[in-house]
């Protein structure tokens, strides 16, 4: 009755690709009676290591009680398929994987503990590798939400921004700072530290940093969505009579702060530099420049499916929902479905008829059209618009 | 291009049964080029409302790519199937879900948030409903756990204990109460309070209770797992010559404490009588009666591998670390496999020889034994032995 066993034994199925794609996480297939699960006592939701030339992920088991497997074989999801580069009929080792010393970290961390340096090391290790199931990512999330991370999150935020550009190759970077109620920086004063320490590490490590604090209380633009907001984007350098003023604006006084890094232009000069290039065609023949270089200018894609929400009496528009308004376009496919998204007709303070489009929801699917619509039906305050007295 | 859709569209499939077990989650598997995915615009983990005869059920999406459905076809992982009563070739209807409101909340906890009963309740009515997929449940848990479930959750545990006593029909209730570093109940002064709260309780129900403060410090009898469990009971009943005497004078205390209910009992003479049953065999013939009423007496499994870790050199068994003992005996297949788990040969203050046996492992499958037994090689403190001055 003594078994002499003292290392993880290894077993093997051929791979059939059974081409069932569950987003990132990598999903085994095997049957309850092969010879592996019964050897291993592997069950629905077990967690397995999956070998293929030297290379292993972890992949969560989906018990197959059907014909879709014969004894022998193991199925992959898409994703696990991708990450050990298999090919059908590959021989995959099967095993138990190691106990995941990372997780008792993340189970400290949800029950209130700190992590000290190393144990977010060895999390993060263990999330790049793959070995965490969606279920422990998620649990993690929940425990490092809000003020709960114990990292400088303004540290990070200001290491993040600036090693990116600096690995870019950059010198000098201007950098907009949107302040409001919904925005990342709330006030005036936390954008006024945060931009200390953006020039202050940006000169440390040979960046020229220069940032403009700018209004985040509403949308710039009226697009909410990748084709809308390019839209908007192309109509101001295109000139055209009805593009949105607030983006030009928030476009010349950036380029106007990039346009100042050269020599030669004083301080205050380059926002009517930026303008001169604007209005007399120049930057609309450089973007063309630069759409050239990369393949060619696409116009933006329009919609096959939209719908105007309207205003159920005359007056005046006193509030925009912004977290509503973003809501909306997601439920109507926005950003994976580039078309869909919402276009704004009003701004805060426009005087509006009875019946007169507020705005109009854009959707490549008309499923999603009309899930959209049904939670705006669900919402009817996302723009206010309250009677003149 | 101004659709009037005002309402979510239905549209249906066909069921197949694939036969695919994901546990308790709710699996839908689609085509991507189906006519419901392109209307809907679903991908690779949406949520989907799939509806049944009037009932329904929310699945997350697994897409497939292959041949394995026919255009018109979707399949159900096992659970899904069981949650609608579904068979082969019915038609399901698909659409968006309703936007889960209830998560909102869940957010909001994570951030940190108090939540009200109003709040609590809508959570679980989505919960029960089978409306959250497993990672909104690993958040909500994650978010919950520790003391950040701002429950009264001593007030949860004395409701549930006796509630479920109440409910089962008993009008009179012994309740043990284990004490220790690593027990639910931390010290004595812990377990008076909780006594007194289950006293206080009962009697306003009309239960009688009464309390049994035990050592929680180590475990109880010599086997973790439940037919090593079982085996301990059964010896103790069957006063076997090496049955262990800590679980029989648990079991006595208790059964003491159950029988001083009875008129005529004295106060601290119901042990002594408990004991009297137990050696005069009256309480194994009570076993077997109760045992025979509910469909006959069987001897628990027993592993068919097993192996014994031994004392690496001589002295005194001076340390347990408990938390290991029960994880080992879940690494070995335990409580899913019910002959697998381990058996302690040598309680705190053993004086060993080298190469004794310390404890034995037990699994049904040799992986599991294998697996087990890696984890213990990797932690060798689980049973300490100190050499003797």
């Known amino acids: ?26 999903v085994i297939y095997m049957r309850s009676d092969c010879h592996v699960c019964r050897a291993e006592g592997f ?32 199925g992959l999801s898409e994703a696990a398929w991708r990450l050990l580069g298999a090919r059908a009929g ?14 008792s970290r993340v189970r400290a961390k949800v029950y209130g503990k ?32 809000g003020d709960r991370l114990d990292l400088d999150s303004e540290g990070q935020l200001v290491a993040s921004v600036l090693s990116e550009k600096a690995a870019a190759g950059s010198s000098h970077v201007v950098i907009d700072i949107p302040v409001g109620d919904t925005a990342k920086v709330r006030s005036r ?32 633009g009226r697009g909410i969505g990748p084709a809308l907001e390019a839209r908007d984007v192309l109509a101001v350098l295109r000139r055209e009579a009805d593009a949105p003023v607030d983006l030009r604006e928030r476009a010349l006084r950036i380029a106007g702060a990039v346009l100042e890094f050269a020599p030669g232009v004083a301080p205050g000069a380059g926002v009517h530099l930026a303008r001169e290039f604007l209005d007399d065609g120049r930057a609309w023949k450089k973007f063309e420049a630069i759409c050239a270089a990369q393949g060619g200018l696409r116009e933006p894609p329009v919609a096959a499916h939209t719908h105007a929400v309207t205003a159920a009496q005359c007056g005046r528009v006193t509030g925009i929902d912004n977290r509503w308004l973003a809501r909306v376009a997601k439920l109507a496919g926005a950003p994976r479905a580039p078309a869909a998204g919402l276009e704004l007709h009003v701004p805060l303070g426009t005087v509006v008829e009875q019946g007169q489009p507020l705005f109009t929801v854009h959707a490549e699917a008309p499923g999603e059209l009309a899930y959209a619509l049904d939670n705006i039906a669900a919402q009817p305050g996302i723009v206010r618009v309250e009677a003149e007295p």
Do not use: W
């Not at 021989?91 to 995941?100: D, F, M, Q, Y």
């Not at 936390?190 to 604090?213: D, M, P």
């Open 1 to 26: 009755m003594n078994d002499n066993v003292h290392r993880t034994s290894f077993h093997a199925l051929r791979l059939k690709r059974l081409g069932i794609d569950t987003y990132q996480e990598p």
């Open 43 to 74: 069950e629905a939701q077990s967690r397995v290591q999956v070998t293929l030339n030297n290379h292993s992920i972890i992949a969560t088991l989906n018990v197959v009680t059907g014909d879709l497997l014969a004894p022998d074989e193991a």
């Open 90 to 103: 590959d021989a995959v080792a099967l095993s138990h994987p190691p106990v995941l010393e990372s997780l």
């Open 114 to 145: 700190r992590l000290g340096d190393a144990d977010m090391r060895a999390i993060m290790r263990d999330v790049a590798a793959g070995r965490y199931a969606d279920i422990h990512l998620s649990a993690f999330l929940a425990a490092c939400a």
């Open 189 to 220: 004063d936390a954008a006024q530290t945060l931009s200390h320490r953006l020039v202050e590490i940006g000169r440390i490590i040979g960046l020229t940093v220069q940032t403009v604090v700018t209004d985040g209380a509403q949308p710039v």
